[in-house]
């Protein structure tokens, strides 16, 4: 029977009712009194030396108020990089600076040259277009290889383009080769995992305030995580401590990791509302956006597969570049590495793994962490290259798997990570079961009775989420503590507030957290709001992203209620004359073991703000406590997903029949918003593996920089899909036992996606053992028409 | 600057504009109904979708003044009198059509124009129809539940996954 609220319950959001009616408040539904608009002139070539800037007519034009270049950062910090990446032979990797605005050089199409404030933003585009650059176009360099093999440097302070090699595990390398060179079978896979955008639905907007009588500035900004954005901003860019500086994320409309990073123009506009005192707000084109938000992904990736002859498993080689653009984004250095090469185990016992990853500037946007960031690098290549290993040696793809999975537990894998809990085999069963992949050849007859050819694609994964452990991500680089936070703050009449540092834009933690506390306490969800978003009213907490709000910050939630409970009791055992030891709390009433004595949840919160009769001299009166909650490991989801397709062998249009999608995310809260998360998920993976791509030109012009080009996942792309997540061997760590369910879909699906079209066309007589995402119908028809 | 006139949600209002003012712009800037969102450039996302004289509009790629004189419904105008949640968004609600709510208004006001025209209309024809309508979060399977459903139509075969 489905439960009907608390830990189980696919409650409704409560959140919808304001997105449904118009009332949600998102960054750019903030206007200020007295509010300037700015407009970011941005570089339209690749590479360039800035010879001049002359805004002279541009600053005489009508509303304009100041106009600003990189000159007037000299002496301001540039964005830092939060995470630092040591090299294969120890070195720090090569980290160049990132000005706000440029200084000296442009080196990506869209890197801001200049600022100007206006009265609104037609005066501020107006005058944009007034101001006269002379830039040296220089040759520009997007392709890695050539960046590395002595193509034009993108900083001409650094060394070279190489921004680390990294070898992992470096120690592993030599056996690793020993390994395959005693293999009975090595399979070989080349192949690319694209450029993507991120493209939440809400563009990214900025809005700087500040307040001369006190000297406190604000910034309203579409941030995952406005206390970092605070922390880095603050103290790395333009000096401000944090007990002066206010930000706030409000409704932010997805992210996908885009919205984790401190951007230049959240800077720009909290400097520029202290340069010129008043308000200053940015909101970007859907265009700028295509040009400034980080993108994702672009690893060229070279692996290998060692096994014996009964196919098992003996090693894995790979070798990838990994594109950082022009400079380091927030957390681009640990994409390609930490969240990548600790997850090519996958869900086997290979037991040696060594991954090479060259991390390499070209004259492109950032790179950064978009949807399952490093994971689905590592699983698309993995489960490739098992697929292509499966049908040369005859072996069903399947039972190659099966015959690998990882079945003990705890298991710690040759990269330096330990699966805690998972059944391999429960989630491959349970997808098989729920894709009928008995039936398939019926369908499969089907579909060639009209002239399709159908194929079938499995794929397994696994991802560490919940990231994570402090003490680990510090001695991997992470110039951040990845902890998260909570205050509960209980008042009188029994109603409580929850404030995190997790922030919600679009996982429905106001509706899902509150599931949580109303099952411990046992009173109704109403009762509990989730507050986030705001330094100002909540503690110090790192943000949402690695499907880690539940499993890091609802743990955090957990254990300040805990605290909240324990002196609850306390009060109530003097309510009741007894001793805290002897009082349980159940549905919201406090009772003496053993008794019929009671005491009711609001009697006791009423006591602590009105403590007539308190114990005060050993209880202070209040009831709210703050909790940081550390994990001690990341947490391993995982799963398998079914995809089956159709290919019409007229134009090698690829379409979705079937997806089937069996995760194991350990216990869940909230089953509808969990399946949410995993269909939205799958569009994203099917998005990269039919549709999406962010193309650059040879001389670094994005091709692909409007909805009209880039080819995001429409409602007749995809289909129904089937999802399960029965299968639950819950988190041993936390004390939810839940392990995130966020990226899961965008993690699994493309390799699923890649391997059924491979198989349609295998099975019509077709030698191609792959294709490079994403699978356009010019590239499927190409590569069966040889 | 010109002065523009028209009914939005049932309320005359008016307000100057320049010639290159946006219906977007207007409804936001000029109306405070920040309900209609803008996601694109290039009138492909459907996040800013309303109604102008009962025909779903993307309201970037009309001007202010292209709309003088018309009746204008935004999302702040669908829930029912009593200020419940109309039949599509309580469906919305019901099926879990939203994550992060940014593409929501347009999907809802969409979704309001198809059923108007085509009361029953198949999942293909959903799917077809929402084609100017891009999300980002929900991978469309919860959107076309809920638009089925407000139809009427049964999709307890759908959820049984």
């Known amino acids: 029977m489905p439960k009907d609220s608390g830990i189980g319950a696919s409650s409704k959001r409560r959140e919808d009712v304001r997105f449904l009616t118009g009332r949600g408040k998102y960054t750019d539904d903030i206007n200020l009194r007295g509010q300037a608009y700015v407009h970011f002139l941005r570089s339209d070539v690749a590479h360039g030396r800035i010879n001049g800037i002359d805004t002279g007519e541009a600053a005489a034009m009508p509303g304009v108020v100041r106009i600003f270049t990189g000159a007037d950062f000299e002496g301001v910090g540039g964005l830092p990089c939060g995470w630092q990446v040591t090299d294969r032979h120890g070195n720090p990797m090569q980290e160049p600076a990132h000005p706000i605005l440029a200084q000296g050089k442009v080196r990506h199409v869209g890197d801001p040259i200049a600022a100007v404030v206006a009265d609104s933003y037609a005066q501020a585009r107006d005058a944009a277009e007034a101001i006269v650059l002379d830039i040296e176009e220089l040759p520009a360099v997007i392709d890695m290889k050539a960046a590395v093999e002595g193509g034009p440097k993108v900083h001409d302070d650094l060394e070279s383009n190489l921004c680390y090699d990294w070898g992992f595990v470096e120690e592993n390398k030599d056996a690793v080769n020993a390994a395959f060179e005693a293999a009975a079978h090595v ?27 006190t000297g406190d500035s604000t910034l309203y900004t579409t941030s995952q995580n406005p206390h970092v954005i605070r922390l880095l901003m603050g103290a790395f860019v333009l000096g401000i401590p944090e007990h002066k ?41 859907r265009s700028e956006a295509f040009m400034s938000d980080a993108h994702g992904r672009d690893h060229v990736t070279k692996i290998e597969l060692a096994l014996d002859a009964d196919g098992m498993f003996q090693a ?8 950082m653009g022009a400079y380091l984004s927030t957390f681009a250095p640990s994409v390609p590495t930490w969240l990548h090469g600790t997850l090519m185990a996958g869900n086997y016992k290979t037991p040696l793994i060594y991954v090479n990853v060259k991390a390499v500037f070209t004259n492109t946007v950032p790179v950064d962490a978009y949807r399952g960031a490093g994971r689905p690098e590592a699983t698309f290549q993995l ?36 699966y805690d809990t998972g059944d391999y085999n429960a989630t491959l069963d349970k997808a098989l079961e729920v894709a009928d992949v008995s039936g398939f050849e019926a369908r499969r007859a089907a579909s060639a009775a009209k002239g399709k050819w159908r194929g079938l694609g499995l794929n397994c994964y696994i991802e560490a989420c919940g990231i994570a452990p402090s003490a680990l991500v510090g001695q991997l680089g992470a110039r951040a503590g990845l902890y998260e936070s909570a205050t509960v703050r209980v008042n009188a009449t029994g109603g409580l507030v929850v404030m995190t540092g997790s922030h919600s834009h679009g996982q429905g ?30 503690p110090m907490g790192m943000g949402t992203y690695g499907s880690r709000s539940l499993a890091v910050g609802g743990s955090a939630m957990v254990r300040a209620t805990e605290k909240i409970i324990n002196k609850a009791k306390k009060i109530a055992a003097h309510l009741l004359e007894a001793s805290d030891a002897d009082i349980e709390l159940k549905d919201g009433q406090f009772s003496v073991a053993g008794t019929d004595k009671s005491v009711a949840w609001g009697d006791v919160t009423l006591a602590a703000y009105v403590p007539h009769n308190y114990p005060l001299e050993d209880l202070e009166p209040g009831l709210e406590e703050t909790a940081f909650y550390d994990p001690s490991n990341f947490t391993y989801p995982a799963g398998t997903y079914i995809c089956e397709v159709e290919v019409d062998p007229d134009t090698g249009k690829v379409s979705i029949e079937r997806f089937t999608a069996a995760d194991d995310f350990g216990n869940v809260v909230n089953p509808m918003i969990v399946e949410g998360q995993v269909h939205g998920g799958l569009a994203q993976g099917i998005g990269q593996a039919l549709l999406e791509s962010c193309v650059y030109d040879a001389n670094g012009q994005i091709l692909s920089a409007s909805y009209m080009d880039y080819a995001m996942p429409r409602a007749d792309d995809v289909p129904y899909y089937s999802v399960d997540h029965s ?24 390799p699923a996606v890649v391997n059924a079209v491979v198989d349609a066309l295998q099975r019509n007589g077709k030698d191609v053992t792959h294709i490079d995402m994403p699978l356009s119908p010019a590239r499927v028809w190409a590569a069966m028409n040889g | 600057m010109t002065t523009v006139s028209m009914t939005v949600n049932g309320k005359s209002v008016s307000g100057d504009v320049e010639g290159r003012t946006l219906l977007s712009a207007f409804l936001r800037e000029g109306q405070g109904l920040t309900g209609t969102h803008v996601g694109c450039d290039t009138s492909q996302c459907g996040s800013c979708v309303v109604h102008v004289n009962g025909a779903a509009v993307k309201s970037c790629t009309l001007f202010a003044l292209e709309a003088d004189g018309a009746e204008v419904t935004t999302i702040e105008g669908m829930a029912n009198a009593d200020g419940s949640l109309g039949t599509i968004q309580q469906a919305f609600q019901d099926y879990h059509g939203l994550q992060c709510g940014f593409c929501t208004p347009g999907m ?54």
């Not at chain 2, 085509?118 to 999300?135: D, F, Q, S």
């Open chain 1, 245 to 285: 500086l206010r930000v706030v994320a409000p409704d932010v409309g997805g992210g996908f990791g885009s919205k984790i990073f401190h951007y230049a123009e959240e800077a720009f506009c909290t400097f520029a509302a202290k340069a010129i005192e008043r308000p200053v707000k940015w909101t970007s084109s």
């Open chain 2, 108 to 161: 809802v006001m969409s979704a309001a124009a198809l059923l108007k025209d085509n009361p029953k209309p198949t999942e293909a024809e959903v799917r077809h129809y929402l084609e100017g309508n891009i999300c980002r979060c929900t991978g469309y399977h919860n959107i076309v539940k809920a638009i089925m459903a407000a139809s009427g139509q049964d999709v307890v075969a759908v959820a049984a996954e």
């Open chain 1, 316 to 323: 894995i080689r790979t070798e990838t570049f990994a594109n």
């Open chain 1, 509 to 538: 933690h106001e509706t899902a957290f509150p599931q949580v506390i109303a099952e411990m306490i046992g009173i109704d969800e109403s009762m509990i709001e989730i507050v986030h978003g705001d330094t100002a009213n909540s």
């Open chain 1, 383 to 418: 489960e490739r290259v098992i697929d292509k290993a499966a049908r040369e040696m005859g072996i069903d793809p399947v039972e190659l798997r099966r015959k690998n999975f990882i079945t003990e537990f705890p298991y710690a894998t040759p990269v330096a990570v330990e």
């Open chain 1, 727 to 750: 299968c639950q061997t819950p988190c041993t760590h936390n004390p939810l036992g839940v392990k995130g369910c966020g990226e899961a879909g965008a993690i699994g699906s493309p």
């Open chain 1, 187 to 213: 399979t070989t896979l080349e192949l690319k995992n694209q450029r993507l955008v991120a493209n939440p639905m809400e563009p990214r907007v900025a809005v700087g305030d500040y307040a001369p009588g």
